[in-house]
Every structure is written in C-alpha cells, then in structure tokens.
C-alpha cells in the first residue's frame, strides 16, 4: 500500500518542478524578446526568439510606448497524468520591460 503513495508522491513533486522550469523559461523568453525588441530588431524576429526561449504553446504579447518595451509571456503546463489526469492545465505567466535603446 505505500508503493502507490510513494509513486503519486513523486509524481506530484516532478509536477511542481516542471511547473518551476516552465516559469523560469517563460521569464527567459520575456527577457529576451523585450531586449531584441528594445534593440530595434523585427518584432516578427524577437517573438521568434521568445518562442524558441520558452515552453512550447507560449504566447507572446508586447507594448512599446513611452520609451519602453513590455512583453508578457504566457505557457500552457499540463499535469503529468495517470493519477494527476483530472488535473487541469496550469497557465505560467511571466513579463519584462526594458528600455528601447538609441540608434
């Protein structure tokens, strides 16, 4: 009867870990896309960059205004499944700003 825990256990605790590497990759690629954007590089191109950064599924949204650049990222996470299946996808979100440099 333990052996079923343990595994639902460290089932729940890979979750939690990949939901962490999803919000740092998801911060990454808001970073990144604020800076190529800021940079004067093609919005187009930036969002590529942000979309290889990220999680698969990551939608990337941006707002230049005032001198500034505000990306804001957000990436779909499911559960692992099996006994986590009624679990419904977890949304990541994660934003930067950056200052739009002179050319």
């Keep these: 009867m333990v052996l079923p825990v343990l595994v639902a256990i460290t089932l729940g605790l890979v979750w939690l870990v990949t939901l962490a590497v999803a919000q740092v ?18 919005a187009a191109a930036a969002v590529r960059l942000g979309e290889r950064v990220g999680p698969s599924g990551s939608r990337i949204t941006f707002d230049e205004a005032q001198g500034l650049v505000r990306v804001h990222v957000v990436a779909p996470v ?23 440099e002179e050319s």
């Design 25 to 42: 990759r998801v911060v990454d690629a808001a970073r990144e896309t604020a800076r190529a954007i800021a940079r004067d590089e093609p």
């Design 78 to 100: 499911t559960g692992p499944g099996g006994v986590f299946g009624f679990l419904p996808p977890v949304e990541v979100q994660g934003e930067a700003v950056a200052a739009q």
